[in-house]
């Protein structure tokens, strides 16, 4: 467990986890902006970008399923460098796999590699958040989680200037993975060595492996789940599918798509950062129901009006209502500090079983309506989604 912190520890330890939270944004936004140009190269259908999309699901749910044993063998600090490293070799797969070789099997198995990295690095990043977060004594949560929307506004916007400036994928991902990889060497340096997850002074290893399985039958956990489920299909859809719904269903060029996707995550990161002090003012529950609304809404313009300055608008309120789900969701599963390892990972499975299940499922109801109208399918998770808002609600500590 992580010990008390002295406040100048605690100020490193927090820095270290916004610059882990900005370099995982950053690795997702360079694969992400690139979907178009992939799909160009390869010669693929929108049901086959869909499968390649998968690729990074099967790994996310494979790391998210093995993400709190491997966290409390290696702790959080290892498991975050190693992951880190993962992932930057992946992206340099994916590159090359697709400019260099040209091969859809090279380029899914670099993608389903970076989920299996990423996922394991989001769980260990989120547990340190939470730990952190109580720390410090104030909900920073959606901040750590602007800190990863900065880092995609940053890949973003090098991934658009290099779509305009027609730089090769390969060379873009490798001077990505560059930057992961001198991350992945100083960021983790001020988290603590010792395991993270559990900051009351139980021991991880107190917590056994039948322990951390049975979270998985707790409604409460479920709940959460339902949570981050339609909030993680909600910004996953933009991730996957606003670039290519937006030039094949509304004739933009790549980059004009490109910086529409940008403003998404730039709209993402403004929740984020707006989020921590008015969920302390409101609440977990009546902000989700404000930002799930507005999610709700925004998308419906994206997808029902076919006019570029109503999608732009909706587009920024898409990016608002989906910025604080998730976090939250992690916060909340975080309640609970002795174990918060295992729920934040059934939480962020079940999270990311949006990423498993929804780009094949949008790219094969895609193919045959349109890729704004399967949208469709991520309004009902939203709506979903806030309805279970309830279940983030704190615990009540029983005097």
């Not at 419906?300 to 909706?314: D, K, N, T």
Request: proline share 4%; net charge neutral.
């Amino acid at each position: 467990m992580t010990t008390p912190t002295r406040p100048a520890h605690a100020t490193a330890w927090r820095n270290a986890v916004f610059a882990v939270f900005a370099l995982n944004g950053l690795g997702a936004a360079t694969w992400a902006i690139r979907i178009p140009a992939i799909r160009d190269h390869l010669e693929l259908s929108t049901s086959f970008v869909g499968y390649l999309i998968l690729g990074v699901s099967v790994g996310s749910i494979v790391g998210l399923l093995l993400a709190s044993h491997v966290i409390q063998w290696l702790g959080g600090r290892r498991s975050i460098a190693i992951m880190l490293v993962v992932c930057a070799g992946a992206l340099v797969v994916i590159g090359v796999g697709t400019s260099v070789l040209g091969s859809f099997a090279v380029v899914v198995l670099g993608m389903a590699v970076y989920g299996f990295g990423s996922a394991i690095c989001d769980v260990a990043m989120n547990v340190e958040g939470a730990a952190v977060e109580k720390a410090i004594g104030r909900t920073i949560m959606p901040l750590f989680h602007a800190s990863w929307s900065a880092g995609t506004v940053v890949g973003t916007s090098i991934g658009t200037a290099l779509v305009f400036a027609h730089v090769d994928i390969a060379a873009h991902t490798i001077g990505m993975a560059a930057l992961l990889l001198l991350g992945a060497v100083i960021a983790p340096r001020a988290i603590p060595r010792v395991a993270t997850h559990a900051e009351t002074g139980e021991e991880v290893a107190h917590v056994s492996f039948r322990d951390r399985m049975a979270i998985w039958l707790e409604p409460r956990t479920l709940a959460i789940g339902l949570i981050a489920l339609g909030m993680a299909f909600t910004e996953g859809s933009a991730n996957d599918w606003l670039t290519l719904g937006m030039v094949d269903d509304r004739g933009l060029e790549n980059g004009q798509a490109a910086a529409l996707f940008t403003l998404f995550t730039a709209s993402m990161m403004v929740g984020r950062i707006a989020g921590g002090p008015l969920i302390d003012r409101f609440g977990r529950v009546r902000m989700l129901w404000i930002t799930g609304g507005a999610a709700a809404v925004g998308l419906a313009l994206v997808i029902f009006v076919p006019v570029i300055p109503v999608a732009v608008a909706g587009i920024v309120l898409w990016g608002i209502g989906a910025s604080l789900g998730f976090p939250v969701a992690m916060s909340a599963a975080a309640d609970d500090p002795a174990r918060a390892a295992a729920r934040v990972s059934a939480v962020a499975t079940v999270g990311y079983c949006a990423f498993l299940v929804g780009p094949p499922l949008i790219g094969v109801v895609g193919e045959h309506v349109g890729i704004l109208n399967a949208l469709i399918i991520v309004f009902v998770l939203i709506v979903l989604a806030t309805l279970a808002a309830p279940a983030a609600r704190p615990p009540r500590v029983r005097a």
